[in-house]
């Protein structure tokens, strides 16, 4: 019985701890405020949600970034807005240029980026932004 309630206790813990909590705009780390800062000069962050492992930051004009907890970016979508090329400024205008698409979403893969378009193809490159391989997402 004893060992039960323990398990249940842990259980619940864990689940309360993985659960996405409301935290203020000031507990993201200076690299993500910075990431913010230079790719969304013209918006604000409306709402910060932390996890055991991650932030989940929404702009004000709709915009969502994932961040990893040390800061770094790992997805941003732009909720079918073009997305700035100065998130990945070497790799971003190469895309939208030889696509002639805008860039939606972007997100950190293994090996590189993928890369989500207005014409609804998808574009995975390396970390060098060398295309590795495309393909259409109806």
Known sequence: MKIKLGLAALLGATVLLAKDIIVPANTLPKNAQEFIATNFKNAQIALVKKDIDSFDVTLNNGTEIDFMINGEWKE???????????????????????????????????????????????????????????????
């Open 76 to 138: 941003v979508d732009g909720k079918y807005q073009a997305l700035p090329n100065s998130i990945l400024p070497n790799i971003m205008s190469k895309i939208s240029t030889s696509s002639n698409a805008q860039i939606l979403e972007v997100s950190k893969e293994v090996s590189g980026y993928k890369f989500e378009l207005n014409n609804y193809m998808k574009i995975y490159t390396d970390a060098q932004g060398n295309i590795l391989g495309q393909k259409m997402d109806h």
